[in-house]
């Protein structure tokens, strides 16, 4: 029987967003502590864990998609990371009403979608769920109203969440600062980082977000920010 002082064994890890970015990452670092990553994403991943295509946005999409991956591991789903993540740049009057949306739909929606799909076969192993928001959860900057609003929606969501699960499941909430991703990508020069900035290695943030999957039943890592020691963002 496992006590409050053993670390878990990693089962299977549900990873939105796992196809690339942080989420492959992640997905590289659990299988690298003999974890099974079960993807989730709109994309198919480069490598040949489980996988199930699906649009967070749709959260019936998402609890058909979820119990699929869950299936495959026999409903031993150990952990829960929600990497997945997108934006839609410019000001409020700029950004078209649906695209806005979206970005919430995704971020937030999407989020809670996913984990109260993974609920019951979570709580069935005391196993730990991370959500990502951003450093821009905890600190609102121009042109980003629909990034933000989904990032500090899932700082509340996740902070009531572990207020909810305490005692059941683990809950961390990961804000991270710039990475070195594909979420730049497409972007004008504007909104992307500028050549000198300083981003972390989403290899390096994994290592957190598997840090956090693997602490002991009982013993929580309720929030982590992590991000470059010049992160512009940060404080």
Known sequence: MQTDSQSPA?????ITGG???LGASTVAAVAQRGGLPLILDKQPPAGEFPYAACDLADTAAVEEAVHSLAATVDGRITGVFTAAGIDS???????????????????????????RAA?????????????????????AVSDATAYCASKFGVVGFTRA???????QVGVTLLIPGGMHTPFFDGRSDQYKPPADAKLNRPEDVAQTVVFALSQPVGCEVREMVVCA????SWP
């Open 89 to 115: 740049c410019g000001t409020l009057e700029q950004v078209p009403a649906k695209e806005w949306e979206q970005v919430v739909a995704v971020n937030l929606v999407g989020t809670a979608a996913v984990i």
């Open 229 to 232: 020691s010049t992160e512009a």
């Open 119 to 139: 609920l019951p076969y979570v709580k069935a192993t005391q196993g730990r769920i991370v959500t990502c928001a951003s450093t821009l959860g905890i600190k």
């Open 10 to 14: 990693l089962g299977g890890v549900l």
């Open 19 to 21: 196809s690339s970015g």
């Open 161 to 167: 969440l572990a207020a909810e699960l305490a005692g």
